[in-house]
């Protein structure tokens, strides 16, 4: 095989990593994406953080595709519902799955 054929081999099997890794599924998502929903995740758990009367450690955040779940327990259900709102604020969320669960007294 002459060389400028072995060059095109390699780059064309450089190019094919490279488009498999940058392109999202449905399972799964490209680095860009994950980036920016870790980028969401944080700003949503600062915004829950900062909202008086929420526990943050006893919520749970995951962001996918620009939508928030949440998840874990909650003392009451205005809590509930005030974590969800708090969410949905955020710039960049899409939607919010509230999973969230309230204790019962």
Same mark, same amino acid.
Do not use: W
């Given at each position: 095989? %002459?060389? $400028?054929?072995?060059? =095109? +081999?390699?780059?064309?099997?450089?190019?094919?990593?490279?488009?498999?890794? &940058?392109? *999202?599924? =449905?399972? *799964?998502? $490209?680095?860009?994406?994950?980036?920016?929903?870790?980028?969401?995740? &944080?700003?949503?758990? @600062?915004?829950? +953080?900062?909202?008086?009367?929420? %526990? @943050?450690?006893?919520?749970?955040?995951?962001?996918?595709?620009?939508?928030?779940?949440? @998840?874990?327990?909650?003392?009451? +259900?205005?809590? /509930?519902?005030?974590?969800?709102?708090?969410?949905? @604020?955020?710039?960049?969320? =899409? *939607?919010? /799955? !509230? !999973?969230?669960?309230?204790? $019962? *007294?």
């Amino acid at each position: 095989m %002459h060389k $400028s054929a072995l060059v =095109r +081999l390699f780059a064309a099997v450089v190019m094919i990593g490279v488009v498999g890794c &940058t392109e *999202s599924t =449905r399972t *799964s998502e $490209s680095t860009g994406a994950y980036v920016d929903d870790a980028a969401i995740t &944080t700003k949503v758990k @600062s915004a829950i +953080l900062a909202e008086p009367g929420l %526990h @943050s450690m006893q919520i749970g955040v995951e962001t996918y595709k620009d939508v928030v779940q949440l @998840s874990g327990f909650v003392d009451t +259900l205005d809590a /509930k519902t005030k974590a969800a709102e708090v969410a949905a @604020s955020v710039p960049g969320v =899409r *939607s919010v /799955k !509230n !999973n969230l669960v309230v204790k $019962s *007294s």
